[in-house]
């Protein structure tokens, strides 16, 4: 079981994330409209990230280079679900260091998979 940590702001797709990572066995742990996620995802200390690029509060971008910067975070394997799907924003993506970039609407099992992988 791995702990989950989920940054998402749109509450119905967080809540689905974390419902769906809950009944494979995983804890979560759900992040939302959060002006400075970093703190908490160091306080939180995940086993894996999944979060979404389009964030209400933080550029998730910017969050997701942040993260792999950061000696305390930069191990985190995180998974990047969004409906960015465009190729710039999925190489940006990839080129930040997500160790998957998954395409809104995703379906739960293959989330759940990447999960069990990272």
């Known amino acids: 079981m791995k702990k989950v940590l989920i940054c ?5 797709i967080g809540r689905l ?5 809950h009944s494979s066995g995983h ?7 959060e002006p400075h996620p970093l703190s908490r995802i160091r306080d939180e200390a995940p086993g894996v990230i999944v979060m979404d ?7 998730g971008f ?3 280079q942040r993260l792999k ?9 995180i998974i990047v679900v969004s409906a960015r ?17 998954l395409p809104k609407p995703f379906e739960p099992y293959e989330l759940a998979h990447y999960v069990s992988l990272a």
Not at 17 to 21: E, F, G, V
């Open 62 to 64: 910017d969050l997701l």
């Open 53 to 59: 690029v389009m964030l209400e509060m933080v550029d």
């Open 17 to 21: 994330i974390q419902t769906n990572l």
């Open 69 to 77: 910067s950061d000696p305390a975070t930069a191990h985190l394997p």
């Open 8 to 12: 998402e702001d749109d509450s119905s």
């Open 85 to 101: 799907v465009e190729d710039d924003a999925m190489q940006r993506g990839y080129d930040l260091g997500a160790f998957v970039y």
């Open 27 to 33: 804890e979560t742990v759900l992040v939302a409209h």
